[in-house]
């Protein structure tokens, strides 16, 4: 079955403090994961794919495919990473449609 | 560009009556999707088209309809609303073509009483 679980509902960081949102997921063949953010009253958008490897924000991933992890880091949380944050997958099997997680609410306490 | 534009932000309707989200992106995309967002429940889709003229149910299309007459336009109407149909509405489209990035409209908080 294709799923994306994020274990945590909350997590409340300390400004400054590491960060790391957690996703794992199951699929069958090789999927493309994404993750989203949504700051207070705007709309959802891209914060970071696997395949760009890129960091957004000071925020990195790493595609595990041993674990079936994307988990989502920062070294030094700021007050203003706040947010919604939704891992996501898509592939094939989906028919590109997006699968996704039920989100972790990021609070950076100043 | 205006991107992805939906329509009203917010609605309240009585149960049973109908009604049409609308939803249009100037960015010829290919695909077009429609989600519900709960609190706990993250974003489930409802309805998606990966073209004009072609639609296909997601995982909770009951009460929904959709169609895609054109690249630009993907309205959702709900038939009777209820109660449970409470929710944030959100619209999406995407390149297609190898590039599945989805693309937001600001969403449409509707309440049925």
């Known amino acids: 079955a294709q799923r994306v679980t994020q274990p945590e509902k909350l997590l409340s960081v300390f400004k400054g403090a590491p960060v790391e949102l957690k996703c794992n997921y199951s699929?069958?063949?090789?999927?493309?994961l994404f993750w989203y953010v949504q700051y207070s009253r705007q709309r959802l958008q891209l914060l970071l794919r696997?395949?760009?490897?890129?960091s957004i924000k000071g925020f990195t991933a790493d595609l595990n495919k041993g674990e079936t992890s994307f988990h989502l880091k920062k070294p030094f949380a700021q007050e203003e990473d706040s947010a919604m944050y939704y891992c996501?997958?898509?592939?094939?099997?989906?028919?590109?449609?997006?699968?996704w997680g039920a989100g972790t609410k990021l609070i950076i306490k100043p | 560009n205006a991107g992805v534009t939906q329509t009203p932000k917010f609605q309240v309707l009585k149960t049973g009556q109908s009604m049409t989200l609308q939803c249009a992106q100037d960015?010829?995309?290919?695909?077009m999707s429609w989600y519900r967002q709960d609190p706990g429940m993250g974003l489930r889709l409802i309805h998606y088209?990966?073209?004009?003229?072609?639609?296909d149910q997601g995982e909770v299309p009951n009460g929904y309809n959709v169609s895609r007459s054109t690249t630009e336009d993907f309205p959702l109407r709900l038939l009777s609303a209820a109660p449970s149909q409470t929710s944030v509405y959100f619209c999406?489209?995407?390149?297609?073509?190898?590039?599945?990035?989805?693309?937001f409209g600001p969403g449409t908080r509707l309440t049925v009483t």
């Open positions: 999406a489209s995407s390149p297609g073509q190898g590039n599945y990035e989805q693309y």
């Open positions: 960015m010829n995309h290919e695909y």
């Open positions: 088209s990966v073209g004009a003229g072609i639609t």
């Open positions: 699929y069958s063949g090789s999927p493309e």
């Open positions: 696997h395949i760009s490897r890129e």
């Open positions: 996501a997958l898509s592939g094939r099997d989906s028919n590109y449609q997006l699968i």
